[in-house]
């Protein structure tokens, strides 16, 4: 089983709960790649795509791809373009549009410029988790309804999680845990 985990924008893969959810992962036996991408310098989807060239050889049927922030709209940009479907997609904070916030709009208006191919998208996963939480300061709850329901999934909402990140406190991912164990067994 590989597992995929990427980050966002001014993130990095020793943050929030990678590291934790990496090593919780590896003692289940997963193999499980966390890339760095350029942030926010270079952050575009050309350079993010380039850095990804290397995991592509990862992806296939028993894949989980799992995204935080910016991580969900990448991934919905890789899956689009696979030839054959993974396993699941978990999105965390997680939007398919701009957040209306000037200085993340810029960064990441090369990932959004263009409409999502909703219907390759869900041929090419089997199936979807997305979780919001209900007082994140970046990414409003409706963002992450408005993509549960492209995905044709439920949105998952948790409570006082915020952006789910470091700087928030959250250094588990005991909020999505139980759901991934469902789809690495």
């Known amino acids: 089983m590989n597992v995929i985990i990427i980050h966002g924008a001014y993130g990095n ?53 799992i995204g935080h922030s910016l991580g969900p709209v990448f991934l919905l940009r890789v899956i689009e373009k696979l030839d054959k479907p993974i396993k699941a997609a978990f999105f965390v904070a997680a939007v398919a549009r701009q957040l209306g916030i000037p200085r993340f709009d ?17 041929q090419n996963c089997k199936k979807f988790y997305v979780y919001n939480s209900d007082d994140d300061p970046y990414v409003p709850l409706e963002l992450g309804k408005e ?30 845990f139980d759901d ?4 690495i067994r």
């Open 147 to 176: 993509l549960a329901e492209k995905l044709g999934v439920e949105l998952t909402i948790c409570k006082g999680l915020n952006h789910f990140n470091q700087a928030s406190g959250i250094l588990t991912a005991e909020f999505l």
């Open 180 to 183: 991934l164990l469902k789809e």
């Open 13 to 65: 893969p020793g943050e929030n709960w990678f590291p934790w959810l990496k090593e919780k992962l590896e003692k289940l036996g997963c193999n499980v790649y966390v890339p760095t991408f350029p942030t926010p310098e270079g952050q575009t989807l050309e350079n993010w795509m380039k850095v990804f060239t290397d995991y592509r050889k990862y992806l296939n049927e028993d894949t989980v791809v």
């Open 106 to 122: 810029e960064i990441n208006k090369t990932f959004l410029d263009k409409e999502f191919d909703w219907n390759k998208i869900k």
